[in-house]
């Protein structure tokens, strides 16, 4: 359970020192990622073409929004981050905020986001982001401590950038307009499984600090993890078909992305045989790759 008491808040010498620790609660750096997937997905849709206003619109929402969403994750998490080297000096468990500043500061961020979203694009890609706040932040984050099968809640709204993306320039879910954005959602999914096993493999000795559970095995020592690596990597080898089919992309954008697949996947084979710190981060660094260049294939080479 979450103390529910108040902490002791730290005086800031400098609106510097504020500004860096509003950083920290936001992750812009980790937040692009997420939203390069989201005007990937925008600029995906047929009959869209690049606009730089819109761009930059659909980044800014989605950034803040996704801010808003790591705060309430790093607030429900303030205990088991102060256990945690990588996070014990984060702004909350380091006490240089409080919880009602960061609880407005997730408001703001993830309520304005929202907004752009829904009066610049359409009122469904802005209720859609929303929903992916919520279920990142009231589902995913405390489940972590409680069971693996975070992973799988997590990768819903860990998927749902590139169909927001779609949504804010189709206005649609349903159909034959809105399948495109359903591809491009089941294509982060499974990307995400590998990648989240092999983060949680890496940093497992810290997670387990903080009891945290990542690992489709409890057991580092285990295959069993690697061998789930290997399942939904796989999967996406196939899968590269389906965006040819739809008429998303053309036959570079498809080869492109079965390469890819088939170098993941044996990156997550090596982690199987290996099992050992070196491969984990093997198929962490072929996530990283992954998911750029699939993206940025699949937007080049667009019919």
Known sequence: MLREEPIKVKRQALP?????????????????????SSVIGYLLAPGVVFDLTYVVLLFAGGILVTGGANTINQILEREGDALMVRTQLRPIPDGRMGLVEAWLVAAVSGLGGALILGYFFNPLAGILSLISLLLYGFA??????????AVLIG???????????WVAATGTL???????GWVLFLIQFFWQFPHYWAIGWVGYDEYKKAGISMLPSQERTSRFT?????????????????????????NIGMLVMIACG????????NF????????????????FIYLPIVLLALLIDKL
């Open 174 to 180: 349903t159909g034959t307009l809105g399948l495109g």
């Open 262 to 269: 088939i170098l993941y996947f044996a990156a997550s084979v």
């Open 16 to 36: 510097v020192a504020r500004v860096r620790d509003y950083s920290q609660l936001l992750k812009p750096n980790l937040s692009i990622m997420v939203v390069f």
């Open 226 to 250: 690697a061998l789930q690596c290997m399942f939904y990597s796989i999967i996406l080898i196939p899968l590269a078909i389906v965006p040819r089919v739809v008429e998303l992309t053309g």
């Open 272 to 287: 199987y045989r290996k099992n050992d710190y070196a491969s984990a981060k093997k198929v962490m660094y072929a996530s």
């Open 155 to 165: 990768a819903i709204p860990g998927a749902l950038p590139p169909l927001l993306g």
């Open 140 to 149: 995913y984050t405390p489940m972590k401590r409680v069971h693996p099968i």
